[in-house]
């Protein structure tokens, strides 16, 4: 009997676990068993790996085969793991040597005619190969522009399994990346595009100083979407960390782009009001897959039309508001994604959605069936809310060129290092992210600042939550103004942003 091993990663979410691919050859007539929760996909795989080996002009045994992939109590998905389970049963039949297997990590996808095709999930699988220790991958030719962000570890790609042979038995090489070139900035819509609506560009430049949820009402044609998109060119880069953990994401799902795969810019995703909660949320069958919410982390989610996407649907983003994070449990396992975002909602302010409000045919029951949707405690996560009219005198606007982006973007950038350096040592990189009882005790503010703030949660209001999150706006008003902290009007126009706007 002969037994041989390589080495894989499966994916939990953004956590990779290494596994330890074994191949024991012998003792009983041909057939290839497989042993450790593999999937549907997985179990296919020893067909797969079969043909790519013949078709290589290599032995398959012609004994029984039994691959076992550990830990046998964590459920594999996907068909990532061939090249690994090609390597190991070449090395214990002694097709190969299995010295450059050791601390090598692989991953790939097998053709039937022995091509490796690429995989999902390679940046994530290589940091946690790199985290585990080891010094060395081999993965798909066309996955090695995403392998190459990962420092520290020594990556190869291979276009065919008879590729990979060669290397083994030291009669090739590897496909080495090629040298990383600048990637060219990405280009976000600019702020000078929107004509008037001074309230809403003061609303979007306090959302990006803050990291604050926002709220725009308004009839149709006003700016709303213009304005969303436009968010992302007042945000700052991303940091390197921030970078790998969006890009991360980005690779699971599979929409990296080859030209520039490293994900700088806050990213803006816009679901359609059809979108289904799995999709929205995360899930599908099996381990769950990433949903909007994750593409959006460290980004923007942009809920256009909001009011039409369904109280189910938006009831499911409460908890990842508060959380930053999904937990999907499924039959197979539970697994964990990012999503600390900013969310953008954007609606009509009726069904009929008039351009005067002297116009609206809507019913009070009608109106209220329509705001009904938007639940109070999902409003109660939305920091800033703010309602747009429709132009009156385009020809006045024009005749002043609108405020760029550029000069919005250094306003928040100084106000962002402001809030950094105040909460740096507690790790809150904006002040969205302040807990409420830090803000009511270690950086509470003088009774005579929040005196009206107090009047309103004895009326009724606003809520505790409300509360905290007007303290959270007024920390970003006064870092805009340059002030130490805030004073009693940077309290009430917080409090004014809070308004209903329907």
């Known amino acids: 009997m002969a037994l041989a091993k390589a080495w894989s990663v499966a994916l939990l979410g953004v956590d990779g676990r290494m596994i330890e691919i074994e191949a024991d050859i012998g003792g009983g007539s041909p057939k290839v068993t497989m042993v450790g929760l593999p999937d549907t996909g997985l179990k296919e795989a020893k067909d797969r790996v079969r043909s790519a080996v013949r078709n290589s002009r290599e032995k398959w045994p012609d004994e029984r085969v039994i691959l076992g992939l550990s830990p046998a109590n964590l459920p594999k998905v996907g068909s990532g793991y061939d090249l690994g389970i090609a390597a190991a049963v070449l090395a214990a039949t002694g097709s190969v040597p299995a010295t450059k297997l050791l601390h090598t990590v692989l991953l790939g996808e097998l053709a039937l005619d022995g091509r490796v095709r690429a995989v999902r999930g390679v940046l994530p699988g290589l940091l946690a190969a790199r985290n585990a220790g080891y010094r060395r991958a081999v993965v798909p030719a066309e996955s090695l522009f995403e392998a190459a962000l990962v420092d520290g570890l020594e990556v190869g790609g291979v276009a065919r399994l008879s590729d990979f042979v060669a290397w083994l038995k030291g009669e090739g090489e590897l496909v080495r990346p090629e040298p990383s070139a600048a990637q060219e900035p990405v280009q976000v819509p600019d702020l000078a595009d929107v004509v008037g609506q001074p309230e809403a560009r003061w609303a979007l430049e306090v959302a990006a100083a803050g990291g604050h949820h926002l709220l725009m009402t308004g009839p149709p044609g006003v700016g709303k979407t213009m304005l969303a998109k436009r968010l992302p060119g007042l945000l700052p880069p991303l940091t390197a960390e921030e970078s790998l953990q969006v890009t991360a994401v980005h690779s699971i799902d599979g929409s990296l782009s080859r030209s520039a795969p490293m994900v700088t810019v806050p990213p803006f995703v816009a679901p359609h009001h059809s979108i289904s909660v799995p999709a929205l949320i995360g899930g599908g069958s099996g381990l769950a897959v990433p949903g909007a919410i994750s593409r959006a982390h460290r980004g923007i989610l942009f809920l256009d039309e909001v009011c039409e996407f369904g109280p189910e649907r938006l009831e499911s983003l409460r908890t990842v508001l508060e959380e930053g994070e999904v937990r999907i449990a499924r039959v197979k396992g539970a697994v964990r994604y990012p999503a600390r975002f900013q969310l953008v909602l954007a609606t009509n302010p009726c069904p009929c959605a008039p351009t005067k409000d002297a116009d609206c045919t809507c019913s009070a029951a009608a109106r209220r069936r329509y705001w009904g949707r938007l639940s109070g405690p999902l409003l109660d996560r939305v920091d800033l809310r703010v309602r747009l009219r429709p132009l009156s005198a385009l020809s006045a606007h024009l005749s002043e060129l609108p405020e760029p982006s550029s000069a919005v973007r250094e306003r928040v950038l100084e106000a962002r290092e402001r809030a950094g350096k105040r909460w740096a040592e507690h790790g809150w990189p904006s002040n969205a992210e ?36 007007c303290l959270r706006i007024a920390w970003t008003l006064a870092d805009l103004k340059g002030a130490d902290r805030p004073e009693a009007d940077e309290v009430a126009a917080a409090l004014n942003f809070r308004e209903r706007s329907s």
């Open 434 to 469: 302040v807990p409420g009882p830090a803000l009511r005790r270690e950086f509470a503010l003088p009774a005579q600042v929040t005196a009206l703030l107090d009047r309103a949660l004895e009326r009724g209001a606003i809520t505790a939550r409300g509360a905290d999150r």
